[in-house]
Antibody, heavy 121, light 107 residues
Framework: EVQLVESGGGLVKPGGSLRLSCAASGFTFSSYSMNWVRQAPGKGLEWVSS????????YYADSVKGRFTISRDNAKNSLYLQMNSLRAEDTAVYYC??????????????WGQGTLVTVSS | DIQMTQSPSSLSASVGDRVTITCRASQSISIYLNWYQQKPGKAPKLLIYAASSLQSGVPSRFSGSGSGTDFTLTISSLQPEDFATYYCQQSYSTPTTFGPGTKVDIK
């Protein structure tokens, strides 16, 4: 069974740091690009960052550029998101998602269950 | 960035109804459009990719159509498990962007 399990969320003060992890299983992790997508409480989905299979290509949303760092360890089947200089507006459930590419673009499937990050003093 | 809009923002429908949700892109995105379903407290689930391709395991009552800037998700006969929020997503250019969502609830 293809599975993604996020961890590392929690309560952090503004300006603080947190590292999220996403453990992958049931597929060849090293063959896929991976993404982080977040959802603020009661709000819609916002793409955060993506990383290609070999880490050659990395992209960030403008809202997190310079503060967040995406990385992966293919030997450990794991995806990470290092979040620094956290702000209240970063409060959200963070999902990791596998990316498929094909005719007609790219799509995310599956998604992990999410981990909640709360930034508050 | 490409802006995505959805209409309606919410709708009330009955079991058995035909439901149509519209997604519009701020510029042409060919068929680079996906649809997701999200239930409360759960992760999004892929329904349709590349505008009209049904994801494996998704019931055939779901269908997608469109190209360019205008797209449609149709549920041919609404079932109790379909009450959820639906999001469109464009993958034509980075950053990928999502629509604001359409909440489908029980009439």
């Amino acid at each position: 069974e293809v599975q993604l399990v996020e961890s590392g969320g929690g309560l952090v003060k503004p300006g603080g740091s947190l590292r999220l992890s996403c453990a992958a299983s049931g597929f060849t992790f090293s063959s896929y690009s991976m993404n982080w997508v977040r959802q603020a409480p009661g709000k819609g989905l916002e793409w955060v960052s993506s990383i290609s299979s070999s880490s050659s290509y990395i992209y960030y949303a403008d809202s997190v550029k310079g503060r967040f760092t995406i990385s992966r360890d293919n030997a450990k089947n794991s995806l990470y998101l290092q979040m620094n200089s956290l702000r209240a507006e970063d409060t959200a459930v963070y999902y990791c998602a596998r990316e498929f590419s094909g005719y007609g673009g790219n799509w995310f499937d599956p998604w992990g269950q999410g981990t909640l990050v709360t930034v508050s003093s | 960035d490409i802006q995505m809009t959805q209409s309606p923002s919410s709708l009330s429908a009955s079991v058995g109804d035909r439901v149509t949700i519209t997604c519009r892109a701020s510029q042409s995105i060919s068929i680079y459009l996906n649809w997701y379903q999200q239930k409360p407290g759960k992760a999004p689930k892929l329904l349709i990719y590349a505008a009209s391709s049904l994801q494996s395991g998704v019931p055939s009552r779901f269908s997608g159509s469109g190209s360019g800037t205008d797209f449609t998700l149709t549920i041919s006969s609404l079932q109790p498990e379909d009450f959820a929020t639906y999001y469109c997503q464009q993958s034509y250019s980075t950053p990928t962007t999502f629509g604001p969502g359409t909440k489908v609830d029980i009439k």
